[in-house]
Protein backbone atom coordinates (compact mmCIF):
# COMPACT_ATOMS: atom_id res chain seq x y z
CA UNK A 1 0.00 0.00 0.00
CA UNK A 2 2.77 2.55 0.73
CA UNK A 3 4.35 1.56 -1.98
CA UNK A 4 1.99 2.29 -4.25
CA UNK A 5 1.75 5.74 -2.45
CA UNK A 6 5.13 6.31 -2.93
CA UNK A 7 5.20 4.90 -6.50
CA UNK A 8 2.54 7.70 -7.60
CA UNK A 9 4.71 10.11 -5.80
CA UNK A 10 7.40 8.81 -7.62
CA UNK A 11 6.15 9.61 -10.92
CA UNK A 12 4.07 12.81 -9.80
CA UNK A 13 7.98 13.98 -8.81
CA UNK A 14 8.73 13.19 -12.75
CA UNK A 15 6.27 15.42 -13.93
CA UNK A 16 6.96 18.19 -11.06
CA UNK A 17 10.21 17.64 -12.97
CA UNK A 18 9.44 18.31 -16.30
CA UNK A 19 6.91 21.55 -15.33
CA UNK A 20 10.24 22.91 -13.47
CA UNK A 21 12.37 22.06 -17.21
CA UNK A 22 9.36 23.32 -19.78
CA UNK A 23 7.39 26.42 -17.67
CA UNK A 24 7.96 29.49 -15.78
CA UNK A 25 5.41 28.37 -13.47
CA UNK A 26 7.56 27.09 -10.38
CA UNK A 27 10.26 29.95 -10.51
CA UNK A 28 8.30 31.98 -7.80
CA UNK A 29 7.55 29.24 -5.83
CA UNK A 30 10.71 28.00 -5.96
CA UNK A 31 12.11 31.94 -4.86
CA UNK A 32 9.66 31.68 -1.81
CA UNK A 33 10.75 28.58 -1.09
CA UNK A 34 13.72 29.41 -0.48
CA UNK A 35 12.78 31.77 2.55
CA UNK A 36 12.13 28.36 4.32
CA UNK A 37 15.58 27.57 3.84
CA UNK A 38 17.24 30.76 5.53
CA UNK A 39 16.89 29.57 8.86
CA UNK A 40 18.81 26.50 8.28
CA UNK A 41 20.95 27.89 5.99
CA UNK A 42 22.18 30.23 8.74
CA UNK A 43 22.22 28.04 11.48
CA UNK A 44 24.30 25.62 9.66
CA UNK A 45 26.60 28.52 8.87
CA UNK A 46 26.96 28.91 12.75
CA UNK A 47 30.10 26.48 13.05
CA UNK A 48 32.25 28.44 10.16
CA UNK A 49 31.07 32.21 12.29
CA UNK A 50 32.37 30.92 15.44
CA UNK A 51 35.45 28.92 14.06
CA UNK A 52 36.52 32.57 12.14
CA UNK A 53 36.21 34.41 15.35
CA UNK A 54 38.00 32.46 16.76
CA UNK A 55 40.78 32.34 14.44
CA UNK A 56 40.40 36.06 14.51
CA UNK A 57 40.48 36.61 18.22
CA UNK A 58 43.30 34.26 18.76
CA UNK A 59 46.08 36.30 16.76
CA UNK A 60 48.54 37.81 18.35
CA UNK A 61 48.95 41.38 18.62
CA UNK A 62 52.68 41.22 16.74
CA UNK A 63 50.55 39.32 14.22
CA UNK A 64 47.99 41.94 13.76
CA UNK A 65 50.12 44.36 13.63
CA UNK A 66 52.48 43.17 10.98
CA UNK A 67 49.22 42.67 8.58
CA UNK A 68 48.51 45.99 9.20
CA UNK A 69 51.50 47.26 7.73
CA UNK A 70 51.71 44.52 5.24
CA UNK A 71 48.12 46.28 3.95
CA UNK A 72 49.42 49.23 4.59
CA UNK A 73 52.10 49.13 2.15
CA UNK A 74 49.98 47.19 -0.31
CA UNK A 75 47.65 49.99 -0.09
CA UNK A 76 49.96 52.53 -0.94
CA UNK A 77 51.32 50.44 -3.62
CA UNK A 78 47.30 50.49 -5.47
CA UNK A 79 47.01 53.85 -4.88
CA UNK A 80 49.76 54.38 -7.04
CA UNK A 81 48.80 52.67 -9.63
CA UNK A 82 45.46 54.02 -9.54
CA UNK A 83 46.88 57.26 -9.91
CA UNK A 84 48.56 56.15 -13.30
CA UNK A 85 45.37 54.62 -14.33
CA UNK A 86 43.21 57.50 -14.14
CA UNK A 87 45.29 59.29 -16.41
CA UNK A 88 45.45 56.14 -18.49
CA UNK A 89 41.87 55.86 -18.34
CA UNK A 90 41.09 59.35 -19.56
CA UNK A 91 43.66 59.09 -22.61
CA UNK A 92 41.48 55.89 -23.58
CA UNK A 93 38.70 57.97 -23.67
CA UNK A 94 40.14 60.97 -25.35
CA UNK A 95 41.49 57.84 -27.99
CA UNK A 96 38.28 56.84 -28.59
CA UNK A 97 36.14 59.65 -29.15
CA UNK A 98 39.27 60.25 -31.60
CA UNK A 99 37.92 56.73 -33.14
CA UNK A 100 34.34 57.37 -32.83
CA UNK A 101 33.85 54.20 -30.64
CA UNK A 102 31.71 54.58 -27.55
CA UNK A 103 32.86 55.30 -24.23
CA UNK A 104 33.90 52.68 -21.78
CA UNK A 105 31.98 52.58 -18.60
CA UNK A 106 33.47 51.53 -15.01
CA UNK A 107 32.02 49.14 -14.15
CA UNK A 108 30.13 49.42 -10.49
CA UNK A 109 30.55 46.60 -8.15
CA UNK A 110 29.77 44.36 -5.44
CA UNK A 111 31.79 42.71 -2.62
CA UNK A 112 30.46 39.66 -1.79
CA UNK A 113 31.94 36.25 0.12
CA UNK A 114 31.48 32.25 -0.66
CA UNK A 115 28.88 29.92 1.93
CA UNK A 116 29.17 26.79 0.02
CA UNK A 117 30.74 24.58 -2.37
CA UNK A 118 28.41 21.93 -3.89
CA UNK A 119 28.55 19.35 -2.58
CA UNK A 120 27.77 17.54 -5.97
CA UNK A 121 31.26 16.11 -7.05
CA UNK A 122 31.17 16.60 -10.69
CA UNK A 123 29.81 20.24 -10.94
CA UNK A 124 31.76 23.11 -10.17
CA UNK A 125 29.29 25.69 -8.59
CA UNK A 126 29.45 28.04 -5.03
CA UNK A 127 26.94 29.56 -2.87
CA UNK A 128 27.93 33.27 -2.13
CA UNK A 129 25.90 35.77 0.48
CA UNK A 130 23.98 37.99 -2.19
CA UNK A 131 20.99 37.13 -3.60
CA UNK A 132 17.87 38.70 -4.87
CA UNK A 133 17.45 41.85 -1.86
CA UNK A 134 20.85 42.85 -3.07
CA UNK A 135 19.54 43.36 -6.89
CA UNK A 136 21.95 39.90 -8.15
CA UNK A 137 20.73 38.98 -11.54
CA UNK A 138 20.85 35.62 -13.57
CA UNK A 139 23.83 35.77 -15.95
CA UNK A 140 25.97 38.57 -13.11
CA UNK A 141 29.84 38.01 -13.91
CA UNK A 142 31.56 37.10 -10.60
CA UNK A 143 35.21 37.89 -10.38
CA UNK A 144 37.86 37.75 -7.66
CA UNK A 145 41.11 39.49 -6.79
CA UNK A 146 42.58 37.80 -9.89
CA UNK A 147 40.89 37.25 -12.71
CA UNK A 148 37.02 36.21 -13.86
CA UNK A 149 35.36 33.33 -11.51
CA UNK A 150 32.20 32.69 -13.32
CA UNK A 151 28.46 33.82 -13.25
CA UNK A 152 25.32 33.89 -11.36
CA UNK A 153 22.98 30.98 -12.36
CA UNK A 154 20.63 30.93 -9.58
CA UNK A 155 19.98 33.95 -7.48
CA UNK A 156 17.71 33.33 -4.04
CA UNK A 157 16.30 35.78 -1.90
CA UNK A 158 19.78 36.25 -0.14
CA UNK A 159 21.77 34.32 -1.74
CA UNK A 160 22.81 33.09 -4.85
CA UNK A 161 24.57 30.05 -6.98
CA UNK A 162 27.53 30.39 -9.21
CA UNK A 163 28.89 28.55 -12.04
CA UNK A 164 32.23 28.91 -11.92
CA UNK A 165 34.70 28.79 -15.48
CA UNK A 166 36.30 25.20 -14.23
CA UNK A 167 32.46 23.96 -14.46
CA UNK A 168 31.93 21.48 -18.03
CA UNK A 169 28.73 23.13 -18.56
CA UNK A 170 31.02 26.49 -18.75
CA UNK A 171 31.97 28.20 -21.81
CA UNK A 172 33.40 32.20 -22.33
CA UNK A 173 34.76 33.40 -25.51
CA UNK A 174 37.99 34.35 -24.74
CA UNK A 175 41.41 36.33 -26.64
CA UNK A 176 44.93 36.15 -26.44
CA UNK A 177 46.03 39.48 -24.47
CA UNK A 178 49.45 39.76 -26.74
CA UNK A 179 47.80 39.45 -30.31
CA UNK A 180 43.85 39.12 -30.00
CA UNK A 181 43.21 35.66 -31.59
CA UNK A 182 39.89 34.62 -30.39
CA UNK A 183 38.72 31.03 -28.77
CA UNK A 184 36.42 30.13 -26.48
CA UNK A 185 37.62 28.57 -23.06
CA UNK A 186 35.60 25.29 -21.92
CA UNK A 187 35.81 24.39 -18.30
CA UNK A 188 36.57 20.65 -17.91
CA UNK A 189 35.10 19.72 -14.56
CA UNK A 190 38.13 19.94 -12.48
CA UNK A 191 39.28 22.93 -10.91
CA UNK A 192 42.50 24.22 -11.95
CA UNK A 193 41.89 23.17 -15.70
CA UNK A 194 40.13 24.53 -18.85
CA UNK A 195 40.42 23.48 -22.42
CA UNK A 196 40.28 26.15 -25.42
CA UNK A 197 37.98 24.71 -28.12
CA UNK A 198 38.43 25.71 -32.20
CA UNK A 199 42.09 27.02 -32.24
CA UNK A 200 43.00 26.84 -35.98
CA UNK A 201 46.43 24.77 -35.87
CA UNK A 202 48.29 27.19 -37.44
CA UNK A 203 47.36 30.20 -34.50
CA UNK A 204 49.74 32.28 -33.07
CA UNK A 205 49.05 30.50 -29.29
CA UNK A 206 51.79 30.15 -26.74
CA UNK A 207 52.64 28.80 -23.35
CA UNK A 208 52.32 31.68 -21.02
CA UNK A 209 49.79 33.40 -23.14
CA UNK A 210 47.36 35.48 -20.71
CA UNK A 211 44.12 34.73 -22.10
CA UNK A 212 41.65 38.03 -21.55
CA UNK A 213 37.76 37.85 -21.55
CA UNK A 214 36.74 38.67 -25.18
CA UNK A 215 33.22 40.06 -24.48
CA UNK A 216 32.12 38.37 -27.21
CA UNK A 217 29.47 36.17 -25.46
CA UNK A 218 27.59 39.51 -24.34
CA UNK A 219 27.97 38.46 -20.83
CA UNK A 220 31.17 38.88 -19.38
CA UNK A 221 32.98 42.21 -19.42
CA UNK A 222 36.00 42.45 -21.85
CA UNK A 223 39.20 42.72 -21.05
CA UNK A 224 39.03 40.48 -17.28
CA UNK A 225 42.23 38.14 -17.06
CA UNK A 226 40.57 34.54 -17.75
CA UNK A 227 43.20 31.98 -17.72
CA UNK A 228 47.08 31.23 -18.75
CA UNK A 229 47.99 28.97 -21.10
CA UNK A 230 49.86 26.09 -19.68
CA UNK A 231 50.54 23.75 -22.84
CA UNK A 232 49.71 23.61 -26.74
CA UNK A 233 50.48 20.44 -28.12
CA UNK A 234 50.01 19.98 -31.86
CA UNK A 235 48.54 16.76 -34.01
CA UNK A 236 49.70 16.32 -37.78
CA UNK A 237 46.53 16.38 -39.92
CA UNK A 238 44.05 17.78 -37.37
CA UNK A 239 42.52 21.10 -38.10
CA UNK A 240 42.78 22.20 -34.78
CA UNK A 241 45.13 22.43 -31.57
CA UNK A 242 44.80 21.81 -27.84
CA UNK A 243 45.00 23.81 -25.50
CA UNK A 244 44.99 24.06 -22.05
CA UNK A 245 45.15 26.73 -19.53
CA UNK A 246 45.03 27.33 -15.69
CA UNK A 247 42.64 29.93 -14.62
CA UNK A 248 43.70 33.01 -13.40
CA UNK A 249 41.29 33.28 -10.70
CA UNK A 250 41.85 31.14 -7.63
CA UNK A 251 38.79 29.29 -8.11
CA UNK A 252 39.55 26.87 -5.18
CA UNK A 253 40.81 29.17 -2.88
CA UNK A 254 38.93 32.87 -2.60
CA UNK A 255 36.46 33.51 -0.53
CA UNK A 256 35.76 37.17 -1.24
CA UNK A 257 34.67 38.08 -4.94
CA UNK A 258 33.13 41.15 -7.11
CA UNK A 259 29.69 40.64 -8.84
CA UNK A 260 30.02 43.28 -11.59
CA UNK A 261 26.90 45.74 -12.17
CA UNK A 262 27.09 46.54 -15.39
CA UNK A 263 24.19 46.26 -18.23
CA UNK A 264 26.31 46.44 -21.78
CA UNK A 265 28.98 43.87 -20.48
CA UNK A 266 30.18 43.09 -24.12
CA UNK A 267 31.69 46.39 -25.60
CA UNK A 268 30.94 46.48 -28.90
CA UNK A 269 32.71 49.17 -31.57
CA UNK A 270 30.35 51.47 -33.53
CA UNK A 271 29.01 49.17 -36.23
CA UNK A 272 30.26 51.80 -38.52
CA UNK A 273 33.72 50.71 -37.62
CA UNK A 274 32.62 46.82 -38.36
CA UNK A 275 30.77 46.49 -40.84
CA UNK A 276 31.07 46.66 -44.33
CA UNK A 277 29.67 49.39 -46.27
CA UNK A 278 26.79 47.95 -48.95
CA UNK B 1 4.28 5.39 18.00
CA UNK B 2 3.84 9.09 17.71
CA UNK B 3 7.29 9.84 20.20
CA UNK B 4 8.72 7.82 17.73
CA UNK B 5 7.88 10.14 14.97
CA UNK B 6 8.38 12.80 16.91
CA UNK B 7 12.30 11.82 16.84
CA UNK B 8 12.63 10.40 13.72
CA UNK B 9 11.51 13.89 11.93
CA UNK B 10 13.92 15.70 14.78
CA UNK B 11 16.74 13.73 13.39
CA UNK B 12 15.56 14.41 9.96
CA UNK B 13 15.84 17.96 10.45
CA UNK B 14 18.84 18.23 12.40
CA UNK B 15 20.40 15.77 9.12
CA UNK B 16 19.17 18.10 6.76
CA UNK B 17 21.35 20.61 9.29
CA UNK B 18 23.98 18.59 8.57
CA UNK B 19 24.09 18.37 4.86
CA UNK B 20 23.64 22.26 4.78
CA UNK B 21 26.70 22.96 6.69
CA UNK B 22 29.20 24.08 4.16
CA UNK B 23 32.90 22.29 3.93
CA UNK B 24 35.63 22.63 1.89
CA UNK B 25 35.69 21.37 -1.76
CA UNK B 26 38.14 18.10 -0.50
CA UNK B 27 35.73 17.04 2.04
CA UNK B 28 32.28 17.96 -0.50
CA UNK B 29 33.31 14.70 -2.60
CA UNK B 30 33.09 12.51 0.43
CA UNK B 31 29.82 14.26 1.96
CA UNK B 32 26.86 12.12 2.46
CA UNK B 33 22.96 12.16 2.46
CA UNK B 34 22.22 12.02 5.93
CA UNK B 35 18.55 12.69 5.07
CA UNK B 36 18.40 9.45 3.02
CA UNK B 37 20.36 7.77 5.45
CA UNK B 38 17.87 8.72 8.07
CA UNK B 39 14.85 7.96 5.89
CA UNK B 40 15.95 4.32 5.12
CA UNK B 41 16.60 3.73 9.03
CA UNK B 42 12.98 5.02 9.61
CA UNK B 43 11.20 2.78 6.96
CA UNK B 44 13.21 -0.39 8.06
CA UNK B 45 12.91 -0.12 11.77
CA UNK B 46 9.28 1.07 11.40
CA UNK B 47 7.58 0.43 8.96
CA UNK B 48 4.66 2.18 7.45
CA UNK B 49 5.26 5.08 9.92
CA UNK B 50 6.83 7.25 7.68
CA UNK B 51 5.02 10.53 6.67
CA UNK B 52 4.72 10.51 3.00
CA UNK B 53 3.93 14.47 3.46
CA UNK B 54 7.61 14.97 5.59
CA UNK B 55 9.03 13.30 2.56
CA UNK B 56 7.86 15.19 -0.24
CA UNK B 57 8.33 18.26 1.76
CA UNK B 58 12.15 17.59 2.37
CA UNK B 59 12.82 16.44 -0.65
CA UNK B 60 11.51 19.73 -2.14
CA UNK B 61 14.06 21.72 0.04
CA UNK B 62 16.62 19.69 -0.74
CA UNK B 63 16.10 20.31 -4.34
CA UNK B 64 16.08 24.37 -3.58
CA UNK B 65 18.89 23.77 -1.53
CA UNK B 66 21.18 22.27 -4.20
CA UNK B 67 19.37 24.36 -7.67
CA UNK B 68 18.39 20.57 -8.56
CA UNK B 69 15.34 20.51 -11.00
CA UNK B 70 12.02 21.06 -8.16
CA UNK B 71 11.03 17.39 -7.73
CA UNK B 72 14.50 15.76 -8.33
CA UNK B 73 15.09 14.83 -4.93
CA UNK B 74 11.41 13.39 -3.97
CA UNK B 75 11.49 11.17 -6.68
CA UNK B 76 14.73 9.34 -5.97
CA UNK B 77 14.07 9.45 -2.22
CA UNK B 78 10.94 8.07 -2.74
CA UNK B 79 12.69 5.45 -5.59
CA UNK B 80 14.78 4.24 -2.33
CA UNK B 81 11.97 3.73 -0.15
CA UNK B 82 9.95 1.67 -2.76
CA UNK B 83 12.90 -0.49 -3.36
CA UNK B 84 13.41 -1.32 -0.01
CA UNK B 85 9.21 -1.03 1.63
CA UNK B 86 8.31 -4.67 2.29
CA UNK B 87 11.63 -6.27 2.42
CA UNK B 88 12.44 -4.95 6.30
CA UNK B 89 12.29 -8.29 7.85
CA UNK B 90 14.62 -9.81 5.40
CA UNK B 91 17.03 -6.89 5.90
CA UNK B 92 16.88 -7.25 9.77
CA UNK B 93 18.12 -10.85 9.05
CA UNK B 94 21.15 -9.61 7.28
CA UNK B 95 24.85 -9.55 8.42
CA UNK B 96 26.62 -6.33 9.04
CA UNK B 97 28.19 -6.86 5.94
CA UNK B 98 25.30 -7.76 3.98
CA UNK B 99 23.45 -4.96 5.25
CA UNK B 100 26.65 -2.25 4.18
CA UNK B 101 26.67 -3.93 0.91
CA UNK B 102 23.46 -3.44 0.60
CA UNK B 103 23.50 0.39 1.54
CA UNK B 104 26.10 1.05 -0.54
CA UNK B 105 24.08 -0.22 -4.01
CA UNK B 106 21.20 2.25 -2.31
CA UNK B 107 23.00 5.15 -2.28
CA UNK B 108 24.74 4.32 -5.41
CA UNK B 109 21.24 4.22 -6.78
CA UNK B 110 20.33 7.65 -5.48
CA UNK B 111 23.28 9.11 -6.67
CA UNK B 112 22.45 7.47 -9.80
CA UNK B 113 18.64 8.30 -10.32
CA UNK B 114 19.61 11.65 -9.33
CA UNK B 115 22.83 12.09 -12.09
CA UNK B 116 19.97 10.19 -14.56
CA UNK B 117 17.10 12.82 -14.03
CA UNK B 118 19.26 15.66 -14.95
CA UNK B 119 20.78 13.96 -17.47
CA UNK B 120 19.79 15.64 -20.62
CA UNK B 121 19.77 19.20 -18.72
CA UNK B 122 22.67 19.67 -17.45
CA UNK B 123 24.67 17.17 -19.79
CA UNK B 124 26.90 16.50 -16.54
CA UNK B 125 30.02 14.11 -16.94
CA UNK B 126 29.03 10.70 -15.82
CA UNK B 127 31.98 9.70 -13.30
CA UNK B 128 32.94 7.34 -11.57
CA UNK B 129 32.95 9.87 -8.30
CA UNK B 130 29.65 8.65 -7.47
CA UNK B 131 31.21 5.37 -5.73
CA UNK B 132 32.05 7.76 -3.27
CA UNK B 133 29.36 8.60 -1.05
CA UNK B 134 28.15 5.22 -1.36
CA UNK B 135 31.35 3.97 0.24
CA UNK B 136 31.55 6.65 3.10
CA UNK B 137 27.46 5.56 4.05
CA UNK B 138 28.18 2.05 4.20
CA UNK B 139 30.84 2.76 6.41
CA UNK B 140 28.68 4.78 8.86
CA UNK B 141 25.91 2.39 8.73
CA UNK B 142 26.79 -0.02 11.20
CA UNK B 143 27.19 2.97 13.76
CA UNK B 144 23.97 4.41 12.46
CA UNK B 145 21.71 1.12 12.87
CA UNK B 146 23.42 0.44 15.98
CA UNK B 147 22.69 3.86 17.71
CA UNK B 148 19.29 4.29 16.04
CA UNK B 149 17.93 1.18 14.64
CA UNK B 150 18.88 -1.32 17.52
CA UNK B 151 17.56 1.23 20.11
CA UNK B 152 13.93 1.01 18.43
CA UNK B 153 13.73 -2.41 17.76
CA UNK B 154 14.07 -3.26 21.49
CA UNK B 155 11.10 -0.54 22.57
CA UNK B 156 8.94 -3.10 19.56
Known sequence: MQGFRLSIIFLLSMLLMWADENTQLLKTPRYYFAYVLQPVNQMAL??????????LSAQSHDTLMQQNSELKTRNLVLDQRIQRLISLETENIELR??????????????????????????????MINRGGSDKVFVGQPVLDAKGLMGQVVEVQPNRSRVLLIADSNHEIP??????????????????????????????????????????????????????????????????????????????????????????????VPDKSLWQEKP | MSS???????????????????????????????????????????????PILLVIFLGLLMDVQTSSLLGAHVASLSLILVLISGQQKRFRMFSIIQQ?????????????????????????????????????????????????????????
Open chain 2, 4 to 50: RIIIFSSLLLLAFLLQAIPVSSMVAEFSISWVLLITIIWQLSIPRSL
Open chain 1, 174 to 267: VQVNRNGVRAIAVGTGQIDQLKLIYVPDTADIKQGDLLVSSGLGMRYPAGYPVAEVTEVKHFAGQAYARVSAKPSAALGQSRQFLLVFNQDAAH
Open chain 2, 100 to 156: MVMVFILVFIHQLALLLMTWGISDKHFSLSLWQPALISSLVWPWLSVIILAKFQRIR
Open chain 1, 46 to 55: LPSVIGNWFE
Open chain 1, 97 to 126: ELLGASERIDDSVLSTEIITVDEDPISQQI
